[in-house]
């Protein structure tokens, strides 16, 4: 249900308050929890927020984004359909004074081209319109998506990483951009070695940027999936304090629910909370300290991206073209090789 219309230009960006309580703490509310609209840059524009359960306006909540895949939208995250979890399975992980409140934003054409960063525009526009209602501690903001909702956090965190404390990427690659890109910011990362439509070198090639930015050693060799195909879980060392980062590898395919062999429950969102969670409000809330890594020695190692094979094709939602792509450029029968923006094309 529609609660109401919002209006508001384009902003450059959020101004970044470290450890500050936003303008809307000690208002009475106007948002609940439902669907809003506001007009970015001339276009309409939907999102859907969940509150906390009673909802106090004088305590400082953690402030989540949940970005969409490619053909999804922001009820599909927020009712839990097509595969994916009620907002990533995190809810049910942050609550009592980790409560957090949850916004799923709707993607143009149902995907975040990004284009002209009008989708980062409009994440600028929602923390402002949230913020100003609602209560939030501006250090402890957080981004997850999978697929292409992966590659919308990753874009945020490359043009805003003062505005967002850490990201949780399921199985995504650089499909919105990333301008900046040279700050750190605390990063998670998962993907799968089968992944038959982001392939696993897409995903290194996103997590070595923030490996490079966050100043941690990287690994020599590459991480593995355990026996069984169980997930790995690798946490990267001598990061600089408080931007830490880890790596899930596991034997799979291109799924933002994997589980691991002989259990029911996807481990995405316990390893996204156990990574956020070690996150404390900068100067103030928690105890004020910043985590560090414990130091060790590694040997660094160079990832390639792989080459093109001859007559491969991708296969359907699959990417097969754009800035730096170097994998097959023709597509399966039935499908075409689509621009979506200038760093992704797809077979659709």
């Not at 001339?42 to 969940?50: A, C, F, L």
């Not at 989708?119 to 402002?128: A, G, M, P």
């Not at 043009?159 to 890109?181: E, F, H, K």
């Not at 491969?312 to 939602?317: E, G």
């Amino acid at each position: 249900m529609q609660l109401s219309t919002l209006t508001l230009l384009a902003l450059s960006c959020v101004t970044p308050v470290l450890g500050a309580r936003s303008a809307g703490c000690g208002k009475t509310p106007t948002i609940r929890n439902g669907q809003y609209t506001m007009t970015v840059n001339g276009k309409q524009r939907e999102y859907i927020v969940r509150l906390p359960d009673n909802y106090d306006r004088n305590t400082a909540y953690r402030f989540v984004f949940t970005f969409h895949a490619l053909g999804g939208s922001a009820s599909q995250i927020a009712n839990g359909q097509g595969g994916t979890l009620a907002y990533y399975g995190l809810p049910p992980l942050m609550t009592g004074n980790n409560s957090a409140i949850f916004v799923s934003p709707n993607g143009l054409n149902q995907g975040w081209a990004n284009s002209g960063g009008e989708d980062i525009t409009f994440v600028d526009n929602i923390v402002k319109t949230i913020e100003n209602d609602l209560c939030v501690e501006q250090s402890l903001r957080f981004a997850t998506g999978f697929s292409y909702g992966g590659a919308m956090s990753y874009s945020w965190a490359c043009s805003r990483p003062n505005d967002v404390r850490a990201v949780a990427i399921l199985s995504s690659a650089v499909l919105s951009g990333c301008n900046g890109g040279t700050q750190p910011v605390a990063y998670y990362h998962q993907h799968g070695t089968r992944d038959s439509v982001l392939s696993i070198s897409q995903g290194r090639q996103m997590r070595d940027r923030f490996i490079a930015n966050n100043k941690c050693t990287p690994l020599n060799p590459e991480p593995q999936p355990g026996s069984g195909g169980r997930s790995t879980k690798t946490k990267y060392q001598n990061c600089l304090p408080d931007k830490p980062a880890t790596w899930v590898i596991f034997d799979g395919d291109h799924n933002p629910s994997q589980t691991d062999p002989g259990s029911n429950t996807p481990f995405a969102p316990g390893n996204t909370w156990e990574f956020w969670s070690q996150f404390k409000a900068e100067g103030g809330g928690g105890d004020g300290t910043a985590p560090t890594s414990p130091v060790t020695t590694l040997t660094t190692v160079t990832t390639q991206q792989p080459q093109p094979t001859n007559g491969a094709t991708s296969p359907r939602y699959g990417q097969c073209g754009g800035i730096n792509w170097n994998g097959p450029t023709a597509c399966v029968s039935g499908t075409t090789c689509t621009k979506l923006n200038d760093w992704y094309f797809q077979c659709l």
